[in-house]
């Protein structure tokens, strides 16, 4: 059965510095993965959908990569700002989505 | 504007009463799914559609239920069967590409409380 982990729980930086937020999944077998943003209390907002032939997206300040030989995905963002916090979420492609319980972001002015 | 609704924001359910959570998309989209998200617990699949008059159960279906009669709509019914149903409920909808699902879009969620 597929799972999807995602470290760390929780982070915290100042602004402005570049981090790198970890997603790992068991069965390399997805057709796709997703990076997701949840602000609190509210929806889901679709940030990256990285293919399985592919190896990394990119928008704007943000970067993910898949390697799917090692069931990891990572999402960079650069230059962080007071307004990505939020809790990111990963998710991987089966009937539905299989998610991770995310990492919640803060960044400090 | 294209996107996806639910309604109501908040949900009070009484003991042994059925409530209907509504679902609406523009978007064109043939796929949609709901999700149950619990603290600590993250989103769970409950049902998903891929097409009109057709869905099938996800990982937590037992106490609810859904119908498919519209493509642009997926109300799911929360039943007396399901004995803790405080959470907070998500709809999204997709494209469907072979066996594969595009990018899902996600409506605002309704938060569903047990008096």
């Known amino acids: 059965k597929q799972e999807v982990t995602q470290i760390p729980a929780a982070l915290s930086v100042p602004e402005g510095e570049n981090l790198v937020l970890n997603c790992s999944f068991t069965?390399?077998?997805?057709?796709?993965l997703q990076w997701f943003r949840q602000d609190p209390g509210k929806g889901l907002t679709s940030l990256l959908l990285i293919q399985s032939s592919q190896r990394e997206q990119t928008s704007g300040r943000l970067n993910a990569s898949l390697d799917k030989s090692s069931g990891r995905s990572t999402l960079y963002i650069a230059a962080s700002q007071p307004g990505d916090s939020a809790t990111y979420l990963c998710?991987?492609?089966?009937?539905?989505?299989?998610f991770g319980k995310g990492t919640k972001l803060s960044v400090k002015p | 504007d294209g996107g996806i609704t639910q309604s109501p924001k908040y949900l009070f359910r009484k003991e042994g009463q059925n409530v209907t959570l509504s679902c609406e998309q523009n978007l064109n989209h043939d796929a949609m799914y709901w999700y149950r998200q619990d603290p600590g617990q993250g989103l769970r699949l409950i049902y998903y559609s891929q097409i009109v008059n057709d869905f099938q159960k996800g990982d937590i279906a037992e106490g609810y239920s859904v119908s498919r009669e519209k493509k642009e709509s997926f109300p799911l019914t929360v039943t007396s069967a399901q004995k803790n149903p405080t959470a907070f409920y998500l709809c999204a909808s997709s494209t469907y590409v072979g066996r594969a699902a595009e990018t899902q879009y996600f409506g605002p969620g309704t938060r569903l409380l047990v008096l």
């Open positions: 069965d390399s077998a997805i057709y796709n």
């Open positions: 998710a991987v492609t089966e009937r539905g989505l299989i």
